[in-house]
């Protein structure tokens, strides 16, 4: 079992930054964030690779930026620049071991985190 939690959400206004931690505490080959709006279906935001692959959904290219640690492999962040009111969601962090293709897709990943909330004003 994998234990994931997540840091670093937080109310901004529109144009605002936030960066998002995610600590995995066991082996990791893929971490990946996701977000969930009231009302709406979880959905893909970017994803991370050990070897550094990275991919993102294409409403956030170019505004964030997924990344590993340097010195911990298994601790991934969000840096979201240019946040917008429709960013507004709960942020979930999941993790997988298996070495698998890096993906936004939520059925490849087993073990999640609880969320963190993000909330945009205009």
């Known amino acids: 079992q994998v234990e994931v939690v997540e840091s670093g959400g937080g109310s901004v206004q529109a144009g605002g930054s936030l960066r998002l931690s995610c600590a995995a505490s066991?082996?990791?080959?893929?971490m990946a964030w996701f977000r969930q709006a009231p009302g709406k279906i979880r959905e893909g935001v970017a994803a991370?690779?050990?070897?550094?692959?990275?991919?993102y959904a294409d409403f956030v290219k170019g505004r964030f930026t997924i990344s590993g640690d340097d010195n911990a492999k298994d601790i991934a962040y969000l840096q979201m620049n240019s946040l917008k009111p429709e960013d507004t969601a709960m942020y979930y962090c999941?993790?997988?071991?298996?070495?698998?293709?890096?993906?936004?897709?939520?059925?490849?990943?087993?073990?999640w985190g609880q969320g963190t909330q993000v909330t945009v004003s205009s």
């Open positions: 999941a993790v997988d071991p298996r070495l698998r293709t890096t993906t936004i897709d939520e059925r490849a990943y087993e073990y």
């Open positions: 066991g082996y990791t080959y893929n």
């Open positions: 991370i690779g050990r070897g550094g692959r990275t991919t």
